[in-house]
Nanobody, 123 residues
């Protein structure tokens, strides 16, 4: 089992930055590809981006490229989502997930999920 706990969400204004964290416990963190998803009010959950086990290879949804950055610190069992130039449409609950599969964007491929952290971007 892997337990994931997201933190860092909050209310910000358009154009601001925010960094989310996802702390993992349980099984060996570095064995898992880590992925971020988000779910906006009234919408389905969608892929944001992910990062390889060693942290060298991040990958992103097209709509966040250039604004969001994913990194991880395996010594701290934590993955991060740095969000810059936030827009009101980025308002969502952000989830991190752990998977044994690299570069997958499918929710069904995720083995473990956090409970999410809410990000609200005001205009």
């Amino acid at each position: 089992q892997v337990q994931l706990v997201e933190s860092g969400g909050g209310l910000v204004q358009a154009g601001d930055s925010l960094r989310l964290s996802c702390a993992a416990s349980g099984r060996t963190f570095s064995n898992y590809v880590m992925t971020w998803f988000r779910q906006a009010p009234g919408k389905e959950r969608e892929f944001v981006g992910g990062i390889s086990r060693n942290g060298y290879i991040p990958y992103y949804a097209d709509y966040v490229k250039g604004r969001f950055t994913i990194s991880r610190d395996n010594a701290k069992n934590t993955v991060y989502l740095q969000m810059n130039s936030l827009k009101p449409e980025d308002t969502a609950v952000y989830y991190c997930a752990a998977s044994g599969k690299y570069d997958t964007r499918r929710e069904d491929d995720m083995d473990y999920w956090g409970k999410g952290t809410l990000v609200t971007v005001s205009s």
